[in-house]
Protein backbone atom coordinates (compact mmCIF):
# COMPACT_ATOMS: atom_id res chain seq x y z
CA UNK A 1 0.00 0.00 0.00
CA UNK A 2 1.44 3.48 -0.75
CA UNK A 3 -0.56 7.22 -0.31
CA UNK A 4 -0.43 8.98 -3.55
CA UNK A 5 -1.48 11.91 -1.54
CA UNK A 6 -0.86 13.45 1.66
CA UNK A 7 -2.53 11.95 4.83
CA UNK A 8 -4.13 14.07 7.19
CA UNK A 9 -3.32 13.99 10.37
CA UNK A 10 -5.91 12.88 13.42
CA UNK A 11 -5.91 16.38 14.74
CA UNK A 12 -6.99 18.23 10.98
CA UNK A 13 -10.23 16.24 10.99
CA UNK A 14 -13.69 17.89 12.45
CA UNK A 15 -16.75 16.50 12.95
CA UNK A 16 -18.99 15.32 10.39
CA UNK A 17 -16.44 16.84 7.72
CA UNK A 18 -14.38 14.71 5.88
CA UNK A 19 -10.82 15.12 5.03
CA UNK A 20 -10.13 13.46 1.07
CA UNK A 21 -6.94 11.48 0.03
CA UNK A 22 -5.87 9.01 -2.48
CA UNK A 23 -3.99 5.37 -1.95
CA UNK A 24 -3.03 2.67 -3.64
CA UNK A 25 -3.39 -0.91 -2.99
CA UNK A 26 -2.97 -4.21 -4.03
CA UNK A 27 -5.28 -7.70 -2.85
CA UNK A 28 -4.32 -11.21 -2.95
CA UNK A 29 -5.48 -13.63 -3.76
CA UNK A 30 -7.76 -12.32 -6.20
CA UNK A 31 -4.80 -10.94 -8.00
CA UNK A 32 -6.02 -7.22 -8.28
CA UNK A 33 -3.25 -4.59 -8.38
CA UNK A 34 -2.47 -0.60 -8.15
CA UNK A 35 -6.02 -0.34 -6.91
CA UNK A 36 -6.42 3.65 -6.43
CA UNK A 37 -8.71 4.76 -4.26
CA UNK A 38 -10.28 7.74 -2.69
CA UNK A 39 -10.88 7.69 1.18
CA UNK A 40 -12.34 9.91 3.07
CA UNK A 41 -11.60 10.28 7.04
CA UNK A 42 -14.16 11.83 9.34
CA UNK A 43 -13.91 12.47 12.87
CA UNK A 44 -17.19 11.20 14.12
CA UNK A 45 -18.79 12.74 17.06
CA UNK A 46 -20.41 10.74 19.81
CA UNK A 47 -24.17 11.00 20.94
CA UNK A 48 -24.86 12.35 24.20
CA UNK A 49 -26.13 9.18 25.44
CA UNK A 50 -22.23 8.56 25.04
CA UNK A 51 -22.69 5.33 22.51
CA UNK A 52 -21.32 5.55 19.16
CA UNK A 53 -24.08 3.00 16.90
CA UNK A 54 -20.90 0.84 15.14
CA UNK A 55 -21.29 -1.09 12.29
CA UNK A 56 -19.55 -4.12 13.89
CA UNK A 57 -19.30 -5.77 17.67
CA UNK A 58 -16.35 -4.16 20.10
CA UNK A 59 -14.11 -6.53 21.89
CA UNK A 60 -14.93 -6.92 25.31
CA UNK A 61 -11.83 -5.26 26.19
CA UNK A 62 -12.92 -1.99 25.10
CA UNK A 63 -16.10 -1.57 26.91
CA UNK A 64 -18.89 0.63 25.48
CA UNK A 65 -19.08 3.12 28.10
CA UNK A 66 -15.39 4.13 27.77
CA UNK A 67 -15.97 4.89 23.47
CA UNK A 68 -16.29 8.80 25.36
CA UNK A 69 -12.68 8.69 26.12
CA UNK A 70 -11.48 8.41 22.67
CA UNK A 71 -11.74 10.47 19.31
CA UNK A 72 -13.05 8.09 16.67
CA UNK A 73 -12.74 7.96 13.05
CA UNK A 74 -14.12 6.71 10.26
CA UNK A 75 -12.23 5.81 6.68
CA UNK A 76 -14.41 5.06 4.03
CA UNK A 77 -13.68 4.70 -0.29
CA UNK A 78 -15.37 7.84 -1.51
CA UNK A 79 -16.38 5.45 -4.80
CA UNK A 80 -18.65 2.80 -5.59
CA UNK A 81 -17.61 1.44 -8.49
CA UNK A 82 -14.21 0.59 -7.89
CA UNK A 83 -13.06 -3.44 -8.55
CA UNK A 84 -12.72 -4.14 -5.07
CA UNK A 85 -14.45 -1.69 -2.38
CA UNK A 86 -13.23 -2.68 1.46
CA UNK A 87 -15.69 -2.18 3.67
CA UNK A 88 -15.21 1.18 6.31
CA UNK A 89 -12.24 1.30 8.68
CA UNK A 90 -12.47 2.40 12.25
CA UNK A 91 -10.02 4.10 14.63
CA UNK A 92 -10.32 5.25 18.26
CA UNK A 93 -7.51 7.88 18.77
CA UNK A 94 -6.46 8.59 22.49
CA UNK A 95 -4.73 11.82 23.18
CA UNK A 96 -1.95 12.10 25.12
CA UNK A 97 1.15 13.82 25.79
CA UNK A 98 3.13 13.39 22.71
CA UNK A 99 0.28 13.49 20.76
CA UNK A 100 -2.23 11.08 19.09
CA UNK A 101 -2.21 7.48 19.92
CA UNK A 102 -4.11 4.88 18.21
CA UNK A 103 -5.88 2.27 20.66
CA UNK A 104 -7.81 0.41 18.67
CA UNK A 105 -8.63 0.01 14.73
CA UNK A 106 -10.91 -2.34 12.22
CA UNK A 107 -9.49 -2.57 9.33
CA UNK A 108 -10.38 -5.31 6.46
CA UNK A 109 -7.55 -6.56 3.87
CA UNK A 110 -10.55 -7.55 1.80
CA UNK A 111 -14.29 -8.27 1.58
CA UNK A 112 -14.66 -11.20 3.74
CA UNK A 113 -11.03 -10.41 5.88
CA UNK A 114 -11.27 -7.90 8.37
CA UNK A 115 -9.00 -7.53 11.81
CA UNK A 116 -10.02 -5.57 14.80
CA UNK A 117 -6.39 -4.72 16.60
CA UNK A 118 -6.32 -3.11 19.91
CA UNK A 119 -3.43 -1.82 22.16
CA UNK A 120 -2.75 -3.90 25.60
CA UNK A 121 -2.65 -2.93 28.11
CA UNK A 122 -5.85 -0.47 27.29
CA UNK A 123 -5.28 3.03 28.90
CA UNK A 124 -7.48 5.67 29.42
CA UNK A 125 -10.62 3.35 29.01
CA UNK A 126 -12.18 4.11 32.69
CA UNK A 127 -11.24 0.95 33.94
Known sequence: MRFLSKIPSWETAEVNNALVYVRSRSELPSYLSNIEEPLKLTRMAIPAYGRLTLPFA????????????YTWFRE??????????????WFAVSQE??????VFSRQ?????????FLQWPLRGAGQ
Open 58 to 69: LSEALPRFSMTN
Open 97 to 102: TGGARV
Open 76 to 89: QIVSDNLPSALPES
Open 108 to 116: CVSAQMCFQ
